[in-house]
């Protein structure tokens, strides 16, 4: 993904608004960016699927753990637009690219 192709982390954070919404059958009002996901009852089949999708969607490959460390739809954004922005972690490396 190319630096000027890269979203602004509110329209990540729109988006994982929406897929969170979706996976909950719940209004997208009724998701808040700073409430843990924990609370709205995502468990791990949800992460897996929301992980899923947004590493097809932003070429990223994102671990089970990164769920705890960025429990809320707001880290979780900034986490996924820093991804795209920085240098990767080895263990989250953007899908087709090697670790430096």
């Known amino acids: 993904m190319t630096a000027d192709a890269i979203p602004p982390t509110e329209d990540i954070q729109q988006w994982l608004t929406e897929r969170v919404a979706h996976y909950l059958d719940r209004a997208i009002a009724d998701i808040e960016p700073d409430v843990p996901l924990a ?19 932003y070429g990223v490959r994102l671990e089970p ?5 960025h429990p809320t739809v707001e ?20 899908v087709g690219r090697a670790p430096e």
């Open 75 to 94: 880290a979780l954004s900034k986490h996924l637009h820093s991804l795209l922005v920085l240098p990767a972690a080895p263990a989250e490396v953007p």
């Open 65 to 69: 753990a990164t769920a705890w460390d």
């Open 39 to 57: 609370e709205y009852g995502v468990d791990s089949v949800y992460v897996a699927s929301v992980f899923g999708e947004a590493e097809e969607r």
